[in-house]
């Protein structure tokens, strides 16, 4: 059973009326603001400044209210799973990605929160599409008619606190792409990671992951999932793209292992060199 938060990274890539269109930095600042408009009623307001958004780099990002949360959960059952309980949801805005970063507390087997993740996910394309809609009615003459707006596409990405259910070869690790992928964890420990790819979501099982590794996985979906979707005009994902994401990932991230291991021996050696030359001395 997980005891621990759940993320949930909800990735959309904004579709625009011609993809090779290069927009002018004062356009996405213009899409930007609207996009911050058309979330107002949910952003928490800063303290400093009423509105006002957190910088964070290239990045603007919004926490949300509970009236988000509400929004984005309702209708989905409870029953005897349990209830889909958030803790906290932040979204970010870049050119022509967004992303909800959602952190759950949710305690049960992960086969009970898909469907609720579904769930989630649907209401949050429902309020995205909304906020498009706006975005595209107030700008008017503001941005190019080849910068306009015609959709988006999206994919969740979930990292899970525990192990694929089951055992080999009656596993998770079985009902969908699986590999295995590594990074330095806390404290120097090597940590070794589970993914899962399938056409729903991408699920990550761990112990803890750092921060780079998670990015690495998120640019890799955008490259090979979402942009994918993008020049295709295509709202679903076929059974191509996920194989070339998982070949691409394979070929990629998993040899993080060997440069791990050899910076991990480079370590060793470091240290044990410097207390042959302290004993030396002595």
């Given at each position: ?6 993320e ?10 011609d ?26 307001e800063?303290?400093?400044k ?38 906290s ?10 992303i ?21 996910k ?30 988006y ?20 690790d ?26 729903p ?5 761990t ?6 590794l ?15 979707m ?39 050696l ?13």
């Amino acid at each position: 059973m997980n005891n621990t938060q759940t993320e949930i990274y909800l990735l959309y890539l904004l579709w625009f009326c011609d993809e090779r269109v290069v927009l002018k930095e004062e356009e996405l600042r213009a899409i930007g603001d609207e996009i911050q408009e058309g979330m107002k009623s949910y952003i928490i307001e800063s303290k400093e400044k009423k509105g006002a958004k957190e910088k964070k780099g290239a990045w603007e990002t919004y926490k949300l209210k509970k009236e988000f949360v509400q929004k984005i959960i309702e209708n989905e059952s409870s029953g005897s799973s349990g209830s889909l309980t958030i803790k906290s949801a932040e979204m970010g805005y870049y050119h022509y990605r967004i992303i909800f970063k959602i952190i759950s507390d949710f305690k049960g087997e992960f086969r009970d929160l898909r469907e609720k993740i579904d769930k989630l996910k649907e209401n949050c394309d429902k309020e995205v599409l909304r906020t498009i809609r706006e975005v595209n009615t107030k700008l008017g003459e503001r941005i190019r008619p080849e910068g306009k707006i015609v959709g988006y596409c999206s994919y969740p990405l979930i990292i899970w606190k525990g192990k694929p259910a089951g055992k080999f070869p009656f596993s998770d690790d079985t009902t969908a792409m699986s590999f295995d992928i590594f990074d330095v964890g806390l404290r120097w420990i090597l940590q070794q990671h589970t993914v899962r790819i399938s056409r729903p979501r991408m699920v990550v099982y761990t112990k803890g992951m750092s921060d780079k590794l998670k990015r690495d996985i998120i640019n890799a979906i955008y490259q090979h999932i979402l942009y994918e979707m993008e020049m295709r005009m295509e709202g679903t994902i076929d059974e191509m793209l996920l194989t070339e994401l998982w070949s691409r990932m394979i070929d990629t991230l998993p040899r993080m292992r060997s440069e791990l291991y050899l910076l991990l021996f480079t370590l060793i050696l470091v240290v044990l060199t410097f207390i042959l030359i302290v004993l030396g001395l002595l």
